[in-house]
């Protein structure tokens, strides 16, 4: 799905995976499931590129379904890495993954999680850094939004509104939520980080779950803020 000339979302891999196109090659944010790397790579196909042209990959956060590809993306293409210093360490392989409490989490340990290769990250990113995609514009700049995992990010371009919100928001139905609570490590802290976008000036947001929001995303993130129940699922 083109979300911009040169902003396109690829379906159907579990989380949204967006490829950002610039002349001297791709970016990623995000990589999908570890088993449907191939419809990443598809996806890249039907945009007129090969995998070859992934220069560099984003990471929003550890979760499964958007680190999964990164080992066999990062094989293929030997793309540079992007990740938050706190989350880094599980994706590398180096430290225990956050997984949802309960029985969720006793799925993930034994079926999901052995599924993931862990992979390296090359750039460690921190809240206010400016990042070599989109440069000509800026450049997009890390926004720390902890709470869904320790160490998420999500990533702004303030030159065009627009954000990359990762899994610190979905989007349902034309509208804004916050992450579920039973995949997220810290609700007070991820509605915390929720405020914080919304105090942003942003039109565009393309979150990692859900269709994007093209228009008066500040008002639907101000809305999540102000909602009086929120959801305990
Ligand atoms: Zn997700
Ligand atoms: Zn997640």
């Not at 944010?29 to 598809?42: E, Q």
Request: hydrophobic share 45%; net charge neutral.
């Amino acid at each position: 799905m083109r979300v911009f000339p040169d902003i396109h979302q690829l379906d159907g891999i579990d989380c949204n995976v967006f490829v950002i196109i610039e002349s001297d090659g791709l970016t990623l944010v995000d990589t999908g499931m570890p088993w449907l790397t191939k419809r990443v790579l598809a996806g890249i196909q039907a945009l007129g590129h090969s995998p070859q042209d992934i220069r560099r990959i984003l990471l929003t956060h550890q979760h499964i379904d958007h680190v999964g590809g990164l080992a066999s993306l990062v094989q293929l293409t030997g793309a540079e890495t992007w990740a938050h210093p706190a989350d880094a360490p599980a994706i590398e392989g180096r430290a225990a993954r956050e997984v949802p409490r309960g029985a969720m989490g006793l799925l993930f340990r034994t079926v999901l999680l052995p599924r993931l290769r862990s992979a390296p990250i090359t750039h460690r990113v921190s809240e206010g850094e400016t990042l070599p995609v989109l440069s000509a514009e800026g450049g997009l700049r890390v926004v720390e939004t902890p709470g869904h995992t320790i160490g998420h990010i999500s990533f702004y371009l303030p030159a065009r509104k627009l954000l990359f919100a990762g899994d610190a928001v979905r989007s349902e139905g034309g509208k804004l939520t916050p992450p579920p609570a039973v995949f997220s490590l810290d609700m007070p802290m991820a509605l915390q980080s929720v405020r914080k976008l919304a105090a942003l000036d942003i039109d565009t947001c393309l979150p990692g779950h859900g269709a994007p929001i093209t228009s008066g995303a500040q008002a639907l993130l101000a809305a999540i803020g102000s909602a009086p129940a929120l959801s305990k699922a």
